[in-house]
C-alpha cells in the first residue's frame, strides 16, 4: 500500500514505519506522479506554508484541487504547521479527505492516513470542521459545559488539569466627559481601587490601553502611578492593538507581568468611545 506525501520536517519518517512511502520534491512533482502514476492511496500535503516569488507555483488548496480531479478516489491528508481554523477550512473544501495540525503529533497523523485510505472524513479533534465559523474545540466545549452544570471556573479549571494563575479582585465601568472622552480611566481607576479596598502604590503593575499616549500620560499626572510599573512589555504602540481583541490581549499581557515579577495586584483600563471606560484590578494566584 502506497502513501505519497509531499513531506518535510519528519512526516516521512513517521509514515514509513507502517506505510510503503514515497517522497516527492515538491507540490508539482507530488501532482506529476499522482497524475502519470495514479496508484497512489494516499497524499499527505503540507498547508503549512505559502509559495512566494522563491517557492512553489502551486497553492496547497490548488495542488488538493487538482489531485483530486487526477484521481478521484484518491485519499489526501491535508497538515499544517498550527492547528488553525482556515488551513483546516481550505484543506476540506478544496477536497481533502482528512486535515490534522502538526502538533497534534504523529499518532493523530496515522490515524488520519488510515481514514484516508478508507475514504472516511478525519479531523484532529483540535480543529474545528469545514465550514464551522465560532466553533468552540472539544476542549472549550468541556469547559462552557461544566460552567452550566453549576461549576465554578476554578473547580472547572482543575478538573481538566488547568492550574488558575489569577482572579478578579473588582470590576468597574464608569461615564465620563463624552466629548473628552480618553479620560474615563481616571474615575474608573479611583472606583476600582476602593472596591478593591487598595491604594494606588499597592498596585505592582498596570496595563493601561495606549489608545493614544496622552491617554496613558493624562492618567498618570491625575493619578500618581509609578511609570515603572506601566506597560512594561510595550503597550498598543509598541505591539499593536487587535481589532475586537484588546481587552483580551491586556487581560494577558497583565497576568503574564505579574507572574514576570512576583507582583500581587495588577490594574488593567481601557478607555472607550463616548467617555466610558472600564477598569479591573487582579490578584495574582
Known sequence: MDVHPLVRLGVREVLAKDFEVQEAGGREEALDLVRDIG?????????GWRPNGDGPSISGTEAIREMRRAVPVLGIVAHGDRPERHLASAALGAGATAYVARTAGPEQLRKAVVAAIAQERFVDGDVPPKGSRGVITQRQR????????????????????????????????????????LTGIIPATEQVLGRAGLSIDEIDAFEVNEAFASVVLAWQQETGADLDKVNINGGAIAIGHPLGASGARLTT??????????????????????GLANAMVLEAL
Open 253 to 274: 499581557s497583565l497576568v503574564n507581568v505579574l507572574k514576570q515579577t512576583g507582583g500581587r495586584y495588577g490594574l488593567q483600563l481601557m478607555c472607550e468611545a463616548g
Open 142 to 181: 468541556e469547559i462552557l459545559q461544566m460552567l452550566a452544570d453549576g461549576e465554578s471556573t476554578t473547580v472547572a479549571a482543575r478538573r481538566l488539569g488547568l492550574t488558575p494563575r489569577a482572579r478578579v479582585r473588582s470590576f468597574a465601568v464608569v461615564g465620563d466627559d463624552p466629548v473628552l472622552m
Open 39 to 47: 496508484d497512489f492511496d494516499v497524499a499527505v500535503l503540507d498547508m
